[in-house]
C-alpha cells in the first residue's frame, strides 16, 4: 500500500499562483508515477499532470500545458505541482495519486484525500 498526503491548497485571485505538495510514504518502490487529476463541483475527476518516480518523463493536460509545472524530489518522496497564472475554472479538489501502471500516467491505483484550490475572478 502506498499513503499519500497533500497540502497546499487555498484560495487565490485569478492570474495568482500556488504550490501543491504531495507526500508518498509506505510501498513507494512499487510506484511507477505520481501526478495530479482534480474534480470540480458536478464534473468527473479529470487529469492535470503526471510524472515518472525514476526518470523525467513528465504528462500534462492540455488546459494546463505551459501555467502549471510537475516535479519530484525522491529524497522527501514529495511531488509538487507549481500552478501559475490561476484561472477561475481551475477551481476544484486537487487529489494526488500514484500509478504502477508503465503504459500511461493517466491512471492512478492510489489516492490522497483531496486539496481544495479555489480561484476567484
Known amino acids: 500500500q502506498v499513503q499519500l498526503a497533500e497540502s497546499g491548497g487555498g484560495l487565490v485571485q485569478a492570474g495568482g499562483s500556488l504550490r501543491l505538495s504531495c507526500a508518498a510514504s509506505?510501498?513507494?518502490?512499487?510506484?511507477?508515477?505520481m501526478g495530479w487529476f482534480r474534480q470540480a463541483p458536478g464534473k468527473e475527476r479529470e487529469f492535470v499532470a503526471a510524472?515518472?518516480?525514476?526518470?523525467?518523463?513528465?504528462d500534462y493536460a492540455d488546459s494546463v500545458k505551459g501555467r502549471f509545472t510537475i516535479s519530484r524530489d525522491n529524497a522527501k518522496n514529495t511531488i509538487y505541482l507549481q500552478m501559475n497564472s490561476l484561472k477561475p475554472e481551475d477551481t476544484a479538489v486537487y487529489y494526488c495519486?500514484?500509478?504502477?501502471?508503465?503504459?500511461?500516467?493517466?491512471?492512478?491505483?492510489?489516492w490522497g484525500q483531496g486539496t481544495q484550490v479555489t480561484v476567484s475572478s
Open positions: 495519486g500514484a500509478g504502477t501502471s508503465i503504459a500511461t500516467m493517466r491512471l492512478s491505483t492510489y
Open positions: 509506505g510501498r513507494t518502490a512499487s510506484m511507477h508515477h
Open positions: 510524472i515518472t518516480w525514476i526518470g523525467t518523463s513528465t
